[in-house]
Every structure is written in structure tokens, then in C-alpha cells.
């Protein structure tokens, strides 16, 4: 069954503490990988997409990396507005979406 | 500027008292889906739509309904909403299925009693 997994489910830094998140996937096939960014009552809004192993995406502070069975989201120098809950999100060959329940991200001054 | 709007926002209604929730895009895109978000479960499909005229079931399609007449909206139908379907609903958007990433709607948030 495909799935995604996200870990931690909430982490808490103070700002300037780099950290990563991670995203592990098992899926029939991987058309892409996802990662959002969503603001608590708000829609997710779009970081990134990988298509490979060995892919790395970056932006500001945010660094996307993937392999063949996990992501990681890398958080250099975090600031409190980077606060939010990160999506991890794959679409495997049969085209569904499937997402993780996500990490909530606390930065703190 | 590129978006997907619903509407509404919020909405509070009575058990069995149909609504619609719309969705417009306005970047030409083939795809659209709804999902819903619960704590601890994360977003959920619940119908998407190829094209114009083409629906499918998501993942958690029951006491629901959709439709596709026109490429740029997609609305969702609750016929007799029912207190378990109060939830946080996105609609989203996707040029195709070949790896595109989908845009996302602001959200309604809908309160069944």
C-alpha cells in the first residue's frame, strides 16, 4: 500500500538552530515528491518538487533533498517566521497524491 | 495572479440542509480535487476530476458530490451533511497528473450541527 510518513510530528527551535525534517515514502512508482508549506486555517502552499534520487532543490533557508525512499527537509538558520506545519506529499504511478500528516515547526526568538 | 478560490470561507449549517462549496482556478489546469483535513489524519481525497465531464473517487468519496461543466470550476455538494462532516476542505489544482505540483485553494471551514 502506498504510503508517507512524516517525523518528527512537532519540533521546536530556537532561532538560528538548523534541523531537518524527514519523509520517508513506499509507493508503486514515484511520479514526483511534494513538499508544502501550510499556515495553521490556510492552504498548503508549494516548496518543491523532486523527481530523482540525488535531486536537491533549494530556497532562502529551505533545502530539499531525496533518495529512493525518504526526503528531507533541511532548515538552515530557522526564524520564527518559518513557524508552520511542513507537507510531505508523493504521486505515484497510478497519479493519486498521497500525503503525510505533516511536522508542525516552532521557531523560537 | 495564478490562484484557486473558494467559497465560502466558513459556513456553519444543520444536519441535512444541502450546500455547495465552489472552486474556480483560473490557470487552465486538466486536474482538480477536493480533500478534507482532520487533526491527525492529514489531507484526504475525496473526488478529483481529469477534465471536463470526468469524476472519480478519491479516498473518502461517501456523502458527497461533484461536478465538472467547465474546465475552470469544481464544486462539492454535501446533498444531507451530516455532523461527521465537519471538517477543514481544500480544492486544489494541477496543470495534468505527469508530476505537476497542485495549487491549493484557501480553504472552508464547515461546521455541521
Known amino acids: 500500500e502506498d504510503q508517507v510518513t512524516q517525523s518528527p510530528e512537532a519540533l521546536r527551535l530556537q532561532e538560528g538552530e538548523s534541523s531537518s525534517l524527514n519523509c520517508s515514502y513506499t509507493?508503486?512508482?514515484?511520479?514526483?515528491l511534494f513538499w508544502y508549506r501550510q499556515d495553521p486555517g490556510k492552504g498548503p502552499e508549494f516548496l518543491f518538487t523532486?523527481?530523482?534520487a540525488g535531486e536537491e532543490k533549494e530556497k532562502e533557508r529551505l533545502k530539499a533533498t531525496l533518495t529512493k525512499k525518504e526526503s528531507f527537509l533541511h532548515i538552515t538558520a530557522p526564524k520564527p517566521e518559518d513557524s508552520a506545519t511542513y507537507l510531505c506529499?508523493?504521486?505515484?504511478?497510478?497519479?493519486?497524491?498521497?500525503f503525510g500528516t505533516g511536522t508542525r515547526l516552532q521557531v523560537f526568538p | 495572479e495564478a490562484q484557486v478560490t473558494q467559497n465560502p470561507r466558513y459556513l456553519i449549517t444543520v444536519t441535512g440542509k444541502k450546500l455547495t462549496v465552489t472552486c474556480s482556478q483560473n490557470?487552465?489546469?486538466?486536474?482538480m480535487s477536493w480533500y478534507r483535513q482532520d487533526p491527525g489524519l492529514g489531507l484526504r481525497q475525496i473526488y478529483y476530476?481529469?477534465?471536463?465531464?470526468?469524476?472519480d473517487k478519491g479516498d473518502v468519496p461517501e456523502g458527497y458530490k461533484v461536478s465538472r461543466k467547465e474546465k475552470r470550476n469544481f464544486p462539492l455538494i454535501l446533498e444531507s451533511p451530516s455532523p461527521n462532516q465537519t471538517s477543514l476542505y481544500f480544492c486544489?489544482?494541477?496543470?495534468?497528473?505527469?508530476?505537476?505540483?497542485?495549487?491549493f485553494g484557501q480553504g472552508t471551514r464547515l461546521t455541521v450541527v
Open positions: 490557470m487552465n489546469h486538466e486536474y
Open positions: 523532486l523527481y530523482s
Open positions: 509507493v508503486s512508482g514515484l511520479r514526483g
Open positions: 486544489a489544482s494541477s496543470l495534468n497528473l505527469r508530476g505537476a505540483e497542485a495549487f
Open positions: 506529499a508523493v504521486r505515484s504511478l497510478v497519479d493519486k497524491l498521497i
Open positions: 476530476s481529469m477534465n471536463v465531464e470526468v469524476t
